[in-house]
């Protein structure tokens, strides 16, 4: 049998299995993301327990066109740019994987704008291939918004003979939120 060096969009999707098992952890990652972002305002949506929608709005700083698109890029961060900075991290998230790996296994539509300028950008990924990037308007309120409808797993490959039931997302969601009430 041959080695083959597998594309990147099927490396992206068995990578995916590591860093997103589940709804619950979608939505922990895009609110670190929102931390990170400075966000002093989140609003989060999810329909049947993180199943068929999860939506993270927040008041972070927005993104322009070019890095809205590089943001769903393996290893893609604004945190690191030497071996140096390793040593001064001062952020939930910074490998640049997060993003990545949902993309990798979702529909995720990305509305964003910086504070200066007037219209935003939005950006429809599936399966890790970008699929439309346009000028959007977007609510002032909310700067950054990341909506994945759907099916969260359609593209997922590794580990996805486990089902969770809506129960188990649910009681695991409540978990997180009551972890980031209690952080502060």
């Known amino acids: 049998m041959a080695i083959e060096v597998l594309d990147d969009i099927v490396a992206n999707q068995i990578a995916a299995g590591e860093v997103v098992n589940r709804p619950a952890s979608v939505v922990k990652e895009l609110l670190e993301n929102a931390m990170d972002a400075g966000a002093t305002r989140v609003q989060l949506v999810i329909r049947d327990a993180g199943k068929t929608l999860i939506q993270v709005s927040d008041n972070g700083c927005g993104m322009d066109k070019e890095d809205a698109q590089k943001c769903f890029l393996p290893h893609a961060t604004s945190k690191i740019k030497s071996s140096e900075d390793l040593l001064n991290l001062h952020t939930m998230g910074f490998r640049g994987e997060a993003l990545a790996s949902i993309a990798a296994i979702a529909q995720v539509e990305l509305k964003t704008r910086r504070e200066e ?55 695991t969601l409540r978990r997180g939120e009551t972890s980031l009430k209690r952080s502060k």
């Open 117 to 171: 300028d007037e219209t935003g950008v939005r950006v429809v990924i599936e399966g890790g291939v970008v699929k439309e990037v346009c000028e959007t308007a977007c609510y002032r309120l909310y700067r950054r918004s990341f909506l994945l409808p759907g099916s969260l797993f359609a593209k997922r490959l590794a580990a996805s003979a486990h089902v969770f039931q809506s129960r188990t997302y649910s009681s």
